[in-house]
């Protein structure tokens, strides 16, 4: 046995090491090729030298660094004071002190917000030089420090109010039309508040529909800020044509015809959703896995959604109710109740015996209860009987009087001039203009199909 193990060692040895001196000649091989094209080379490059984080700077830009101004970025977060940022960048006792007297002689110090950025630069010894500090939509502050004291300035952004149209068709979601048409795609959330009770933005709208919008774009410093008031506008669905007019210090829009917009009801207490089931007497439920009764209509949104009421009443009850999870139930006029069910918190001051408006903020979606996934099931009842949502026939509020029709028609034909030409009529006056503003009469850029077409107002 012995034997046979020396004779397989001797074996494997013999095959081992002509392998061995081979691989070492390919190798030597290789490297003799490599210095000799090295040293043919006409422009010979050395090897690159592995990163060492010992290895300093070269000594020509060090005084370069001394003079760099290199900020430190960050944001105010919720719960956070400017003794807190103050202190975290260095500041201590008196030199906190004077810093935040100084910042509070320029800026309300309770209205700072969450989220608001601010830039600070220290000097080569690390200490504080400068600070600045941006308050959404208001303005920039810049605090520079000299010796023991502080500088500030405040510098209020350069606001301006332009009035522009816009005309585009239905290919997407409404934010992507409008965005196709060069608007932008917050325009589709002031659209949805004109038309919310003649048009629900998360069933009735179809591809191919047309729309116009006249609006306010707000901008500061001359760059798109936000969107303000919709002046008119209107909205094809598939043949069905919409106007929109606002009219009145009291900023209510009203049909061509002088009809306010307003209604009884919203068409939907979300303000931009899908629906993912409709009012059913005979549905599965995925939950219970049988056949029974589904009284509302599910809305799919995230968790944390607002939810509106849709109409005037009185809070009935607001707590946990069985299978709907978290519940709210406002009680209207005329023996109507809607309920809001799966719910994942309540709006402060939410209670039984609270009166609500059209339009309030009673809740929050959620997936509380039987649920599969998050989402809202909105409820109507009809004095004992629970009726479809999606049919419910509103009641239109009062009219203008008379008297007054013949200034709604002319405001009426100067802004539907406005929606054909992209231009306001000369002279005319557009309400809720704060004082420092200027009005420009412009349209939005147009999208890459966009073309010139007759107006959809009648």
């Known amino acids: 046995m012995q034997s046979k193990r020396v004779y397989l060692g001797t074996t494997v040895l013999r095959w081992l090491l002509p392998l061995g001196l081979i691989a070492l000649g390919a190798g030597v091989a290789l490297s003799t090729r490599s210095l000799e094209a090295y040293n043919r080379s006409p422009y010979p490059l050395p090897p690159t030298p592995r990163f ?20 430190v970025e960050s944001k105010l977060v919720r719960g956070e004071t400017v003794a807190d940022v103050f202190s975290r960048l260095g500041l201590q006792g008196t030199a906190l002190r004077d810093a935040t007297d100084s910042l509070a002689g320029k800026v309300n110090l309770r209205g700072l917000r969450a989220g608001n950025r601010y830039s600070a630069f220290f000097n080569p010894d690390a200490s504080l030089a400068s600070f ?5 939509g208001s303005g920039r502050v ?5 010796g023991n004291e502080w500088k500030s300035d405040w510098q209020p952004f ?94 209510v829009y009203y049909d ?44 799919g949104a995230p968790v944390g959604t607002p939810v509106q009421v849709t109409a005037n009443g009185t809070v009935v009850s607001a ?36 009166r609500v408006r059209q339009g309030d903020i009673i809740a929050y979606t959620g997936a509380t209860g039987l649920a599969t996934g998050p989402h809202l099931d909105y409820r109507v009842k009809l004095r004992d009987t629970w009726i479809d949502p999606l049919t419910l026939k509103s009641v239109r509020d009062e009219p203008i009087p008379a008297s007054r029709m013949a200034s709604f028609r002319s405001w009426r034909d100067n802004l539907r001039a406005g929606l054909r030409d992209g231009v306001l009529p000369r002279g005319m006056q557009v309400p809720d203009l704060g004082p420092g503003t200027q009005l420009a009469r412009g349209q939005a850029a147009p ?9 959809l107002a009648r």
Not at 142 to 146: G, K, L, T
């Open 256 to 299: 061509g015809d002088g009809s306010p917009m307003r209604k009884m009801f919203l068409r939907s207490p979300l303000r931009y959703s899908h629906i993912t089931s409709s009012f059913n007497l005979h549905r599965f439920h995925p939950v219970l896995n049988e056949y029974r009764p589904h009284y509302g209509v599910d809305y």
């Open 142 to 146: 810049e605090m520079v420090r000299r």
């Open 158 to 251: 350069q606001r301006r109010v332009e009035v522009r149209a816009l005309q585009g068709t239905l290919a997407g979601s409404l934010e992507e039309s409008i965005r196709a048409a060069g608007g932008p795609p917050m325009l589709a959330y002031r659209m949805a508040d004109v038309f919310q009770w003649d048009l629900d933005f998360s069933k009735d709208l179809q591809k191919g529909d047309r729309f116009e919008v006249l609006y306010q774009q707000i901008l500061l410093d001359g760059k798109a800020y936000d969107v303000g008031t919709v002046l008119a506008a209107v909205y094809d669905n598939h043949g069905r044509v919409h106007e929109a007019y606002r009219y009145g210090d009291s900023g």
């Open 132 to 136: 600045e500090m941006t308050l959404d």
């Open 319 to 354: 707590g946990w109710d069985k299978g709907g999870g978290n519940v709210v139930k406002v009680q209207h006029g005329g023996g109507y109740m809607t309920a809001y069910l799966h719910l994942s918190r309540f709006a402060p001051g939410i209670r039984p015996g609270a």
């Open 447 to 455: 999208g890459p199909s966009a073309e010139p077409r007759e107006s």
């Open 52 to 71: 060492n984080a010992r290895v300093t700077l070269p000594d020509e830009a060090t005084p370069w660094l001394a003079h760099a101004r290199v900020p």
